[in-house]
């Protein structure tokens, strides 16, 4: 049901709030110490190909993000300019999106969007809201129906500035977009629902919260004020039958292929991360209803147990496809259920993750920077461990 080539057993080691503590000071001190203010960058990891940009999902913004949210919620003493380094950034973007992927299109992970809206939080002007307007319209007619370049990351943020200014401005965006979404939702004989994505140049149905159908139902889910109860409990009643129809279970454990594919539903999948399999769509799907469908709840907690039995993840300590990133699930599944054990479990993982980033860090010479597939990421799972909460970073909260 997954490559156990990728993962290894979580040792027993009892929760440590200390070393927790340590470890998100030394990640942030150290994050700190090394940024590049001339073209506010931070160095690149050899794990990422020394790849040094500016977006949210590997880049600059992302860390600052980190930065931010860091010293919002704990005690640590920051001296950082987080305004002129997104400023900086910010410059980057047009010369950055020229080679990208989907250069017309307003994408929330690699684009300037996020940027702009840090920028106008820590100093709010019309004219800064007014560009995050346009820059969310430009999805109003773009292709790609997923979170990282698409129309759900569009309608995250839109739903991330209403929430934080309640003007109806934000919410018109978002349902614009939101009411699109719903009409390429195509229904596909004995998998459910899912979404034709246009990404990349093919139409492969992902499942995975970055790139296909967990992620356009996650602004669905966080924007569900936007919708009329009947509407909503529509949008989750479709979810729930797509996650059973298309899970590989036996009696004990659950996953999910990367991508649908009617002609290999024979094969089992291989992938179990944050990206693509099991841990990321309980994160993003443990907010829909319990108790409306009773495969669909006991799906998520065998999900929970297969994420838990594979282990901790040979790619690393980071959120994306890392031990912090899967570590989330068991988050979300304490919050939803309330059990002990999940909590339990996630502090585990938290642990693994700090031997994991000293590990890295003594192997490298240097520590790992970008929020998605970092230290800084890793750092803000332990301050969710340590609170016992559940805010995955940049979806969850903004």
Same mark, same amino acid.
């Given at each position: 049901m997954f490559d156990k080539n990728g993962h290894f057993p979580i040792p027993k080691v009892q929760w440590d709030l200390s070393q927790a503590l340590q470890a998100i000071e030394d990640i942030l001190q150290n994050t700190i110490q090394n940024f590049e203010i001339e073209n506010a960058t931070w160095p690149g990891h050899p794990q990422?190909?020394?790849?040094?940009? =500016?977006?949210?999902?590997?880049?600059?913004?992302?860390?600052?993000?980190?930065?931010?949210?860091?010293?919002?919620?704990?005690?640590i003493e920051v001296d950082f300019d987080s305004k002129s380094a997104l400023e900086t950034a910010?410059?980057?973007?047009?010369?950055?999106?020229?080679?990208a992927d989907h250069p017309e299109n307003a994408s929330y992970f690699i684009g300037k969007l996020p940027t702009l809206m840090m920028?106008?939080?820590?100093?709010?002007?019309?004219?800064?809201?007014? +560009?995050?307007?346009?820059?969310?319209?430009?999805?109003?007619?773009?292709?790609?129906?997923?979170?990282? @370049?698409?129309?759900?990351?569009?309608?995250?943020?839109?739903?991330?500035?209403?929430?934080? %200014?309640?003007e109806d401005r934000w919410k018109e965006q978002f349902s614009f977009q939101a009411d699109r979404l719903l009409k390429e939702w195509e229904e596909i004989p004995g998998a459910g629902h899912l979404w034709s994505p246009e990404l990349y140049g093919n139409n492969l149905k992902y499942l995975s919260p970055v790139h296909g159908f967990v992620g356009n139902l996650i602004p669905l889910? #966080?924007?569900?004020?936007?919708?009329?109860?009947?509407?909503?409990? +529509?949008?989750? %009643?479709?979810?729930?039958? %797509?996650?059973?129809?298309?899970?590989?279970s036996d009696q004990k454990h659950s996953n999910w292929?990367?991508?649908y594919n009617k002609d290999l539903l024979d094969?089992?999948?291989?992938?179990?991360?944050?990206?693509? &399999?099991?841990?990321?769509?309980?994160? =993003?799907?443990?907010?829909?209803?319990?108790?409306?469908?009773? +495969?669909?709840?006991?799906?998520?907690?065998?999900?929970?147990?297969?994420? @838990?039995?594979? &282990?901790?993840?040979?790619? &690393?300590a980071n959120l994306c496809h890392g031990?912090?990133?899967?570590?989330?699930?068991?988050? #979300?599944?304490?919050?939803?259920?309330?059990?002990?054990? @999940?909590l339990e479990r996630a502090r585990a993982f938290a642990m693994q993750s700090i031997e994991q980033f000293k590990q890295?860090?003594?192997?490298?010479?240097?520590?790992?920077?970008?929020?998605w597939t970092g230290d800084p990421g890793v750092a803000i799972y332990l301050e969710n461990c340590i609170k016992a909460k559940a805010d995955f970073p940049t979806i969850d909260v903004f």
């Amino acid at each position: 049901m997954f490559d156990k080539n990728g993962h290894f057993p979580i040792p027993k080691v009892q929760w440590d709030l200390s070393q927790a503590l340590q470890a998100i000071e030394d990640i942030l001190q150290n994050t700190i110490q090394n940024f590049e203010i001339e073209n506010a960058t931070w160095p690149g990891h050899p794990q990422d190909e020394f790849f040094v940009g =500016h977006s949210l999902y590997d880049g600059s913004s992302g860390t600052i993000w980190a930065i931010e949210y860091l010293k919002k919620h704990t005690s640590i003493e920051v001296d950082f300019d987080s305004k002129s380094a997104l400023e900086t950034a910010l410059q980057k973007f047009p010369e950055e999106m020229e080679d990208a992927d989907h250069p017309e299109n307003a994408s929330y992970f690699i684009g300037k969007l996020p940027t702009l809206m840090m920028l106008n939080r820590l100093s709010p002007s019309k004219d800064r809201a007014k +560009e995050i307007e346009d820059e969310i319209q430009r999805n109003h007619t773009q292709p790609c129906r997923e979170l990282m @370049w698409g129309t759900a990351g569009t309608m995250l943020a839109a739903n991330f500035m209403f929430q934080s %200014t309640n003007e109806d401005r934000w919410k018109e965006q978002f349902s614009f977009q939101a009411d699109r979404l719903l009409k390429e939702w195509e229904e596909i004989p004995g998998a459910g629902h899912l979404w034709s994505p246009e990404l990349y140049g093919n139409n492969l149905k992902y499942l995975s919260p970055v790139h296909g159908f967990v992620g356009n139902l996650i602004p669905l889910i #966080k924007g569900q004020q936007h919708f009329s109860k009947q509407k909503y409990q +529509e949008i989750c %009643t479709k979810a729930m039958e %797509t996650i059973v129809a298309i899970a590989v279970s036996d009696q004990k454990h659950s996953n999910w292929p990367a991508v649908y594919n009617k002609d290999l539903l024979d094969k089992p999948p291989a992938t179990l991360q944050y990206c693509h &399999g099991a841990p990321g769509i309980v994160v =993003h799907l443990s907010e829909l209803p319990m108790g409306e469908n009773e +495969e669909f709840d006991s799906i998520l907690i065998k999900a929970g147990e297969l994420t @838990w039995d594979a &282990g901790a993840l040979k790619k &690393g300590a980071n959120l994306c496809h890392g031990t912090a990133g899967s570590g989330f699930a068991f988050l #979300k599944l304490f919050q939803r259920t309330q059990d002990e054990i @999940w909590l339990e479990r996630a502090r585990a993982f938290a642990m693994q993750s700090i031997e994991q980033f000293k590990q890295s860090e003594k192997q490298h010479q240097q520590q790992r920077y970008p929020l998605w597939t970092g230290d800084p990421g890793v750092a803000i799972y332990l301050e969710n461990c340590i609170k016992a909460k559940a805010d995955f970073p940049t979806i969850d909260v903004f």
